[in-house]
């Protein structure tokens, strides 16, 4: 059952016209086909091991829109560990809310949880071991989700291996727990600022986490990033790195024995700079002006993948500023090596001859990284999602959006664009392949589709996040509409 939702109307109205532009330029250029002796997994190879939202009641009431954290964790002493995953709850409330146009004075903030994957109860069973009820009274909430997970034994004969999370709240705060159970967490740090924690990761024995003040892009603020010993947690950035138009860390990566970190900047593209190195030496510089163009805003993931250090980059909301003709472009994947050189891997004059995106500017954000199998996967956020929901649900809306379409067409050539949906063989909703994608790489080279339409579900806009266990590689799908999905990938003998 779809979950409607008339509170975002407006905005889906506002940028319906992007469907259109899309249908007619953009989707129709074909893939790579895959090489003849592929062996990697495929589409067929996984299957859902949620419900949606984690069933339609407990998914109404909280809107599990996100799985934002997705990790393996194994407590000490336990035989075996679990699949983890934290959720952000009532994401487009949130987003309507940042830009002003939720109508109550209250934030809409839904309590966020962490629940981990429970196949001895069931094969889609998750039982909950954090959930924000049990810490603060409702029914406005403050913490509307947790936005990273990440494992991390302190330095230390009598230390335990922790489950580290970092929530998304008014007032944000480091969650850790040394089982994974539930009512056995610990706030080892908070800030009194509306903010996020979004990414942490562990470089030389240190637990590494950022913090953005205020909405999704920041306040206004510096990007921040702070440091965990197990014990105590300090400052390390707090300036942007002396610019005061970054305006916050997005992702951190241990590669070749420095922190790297990834600063938004909307105004010259996104930076890298690398610290904490082995010689003690100041920040460092190691891509700016978004790489190959300034508008990639920000690189949102990031993972190391044969020796070098890839980036995933986005354009925050999908839209580009139009000064350059362009109203819409897809995110890129960018990579560094050891000595800092760039390489263009998707995007303009790319290595893989992928244009941004994968060829579908729709395509705006390079989500989530994962290897599995000796491979590079990559998924998408796919925004044709929002103006497939307007088709479904509101085709009336069509003609009039086609009729004011064609007279802002400076971005795109729609003199004909009437006689073009009619005389086109593909109905529009088709057209619109919505559903995020997922591309699969042998090398860091090539890339091979694996699917691009949501696990045949267009309401699954993206693959939020990836995780590799063992012989499984897990998929979370954002679905601000039904709820989102997790999914599991296995080999099996259909591909081999």
Not at 126 to 143: A, C, F, M, N
Request: net charge negative; proline share 7%; with cysteine.
């Amino acid at each position: 059952m779809k979950r409607v939702r008339g509170a975002l109307m407006p905005v889906l109205l506002r940028f319906s016209l992007c469907a259109f532009v899309i249908a007619i330029s953009i989707l129709f250029i074909p893939g790579c086909p895959p090489p003849a002796t592929d062996s990697g997994l495929k589409a067929r190879d996984f299957v859902q091991v949620n419900r949606n939202g984690f069933g339609y009641i407990e998914n109404l009431i909280d809107l599990n829109d996100y799985p934002w954290g997705l990790i393996y964790f194994q407590p000490d002493g336990a035989p075996e560990g679990h699949v983890y995953v934290s959720t952000g709850n009532g994401i487009d409330d949130q987003v309507l809310y940042e830009i002003g146009q939720w109508e109550f004075p209250i934030p809409p903030l839904r309590p966020g949880e962490i629940r981990r994957f429970r196949p001895d109860w069931g094969p889609r069973s998750w039982q909950s071991v954090l959930d924000i009820r049990h810490y603060e009274l409702g029914p406005v909430y403050k913490t509307n989700g947790f936005r990273a997970l990440q494992v991390y034994r302190p330095e230390g004969d009598d230390e335990p291996n922790y489950l580290y999370a970092g929530s998304s709240s008014t007032t944000p705060s480091l969650w850790r727990s040394p089982s994974g159970d539930r009512f056995d967490w610990e706030i080892v740090w908070s800030d009194p600022r509306k903010g996020s924690i979004r990414i942490m990761v562990v470089h030389n024995g240190i637990l590494y986490f950022n913090f953005i003040p205020g909405g999704e892009i920041g306040d206004g603020s510096p990007g921040e990033i702070w440091a965990h010993d197990g014990k105590t947690v300090w400052n390390v950035v707090n300036d942007g790195f002396g610019n005061p138009d970054n305006k916050g860390i997005w992702t951190l990566a241990s590669f070749n024995g420095y922190l790297y970190a990834s600063v938004a900047n909307l105004e010259t593209g996104f930076e890298v700079w690398k610290l904490e190195g082995p010689n003690n030496e100041p920040p460092m510089l190691a891509l700016a002006n978004g790489g190959s163009d300034p508008s990639n805003e920000a690189a949102a993931t990031s993972l190391v993948y044969k020796d070098k250090l890839y980036f995933g980059t986005q354009v925050f909301g999908g839209f580009t500023s139009g000064t350059a003709g362009q109203l819409f472009k897809g995110g890129e994947l960018i990579r560094l090596d050891a000595n800092d050189n760039m390489e263009v891997v998707v995007g303009p004059n790319s290595i893989s001859g992928y244009g941004p995106g994968f060829d579908r500017s729709l395509n705006a954000y390079i989500w989530s990284l994962a290897e599995y199998d000796g491979e590079l996967y990559v998924g998408t956020w796919d925004q044709a999602t929002i103006y497939q929901y307007v088709v479904d649900y509101f085709p009336e809306s069509i003609s009039q959006l086609i009729s004011f379409l064609i007279l802002v067409s400076d971005y795109n050539n729609t003199e004909n664009l009437d006689e073009n949906l009619k005389r086109s063989p593909t109905p529009l909703s088709t057209a619109l392949e919505a559903g995020g994608d997922i591309y699969r790489s042998p090398d860091g080279d090539t890339f091979i589709p694996l699917m691009n339409d949501g696990f045949n579900d267009p309401y699954n806009y993206g693959a939020r996040n990836m995780l590799t266990v063992g012989d499984d590689l897990y998929v979370g799908m954002a679905n601000i509409y039904e709820g989102l999905e997790i999914w599991r990938g296995t080999r099996s003998n259909s591909n081999r």
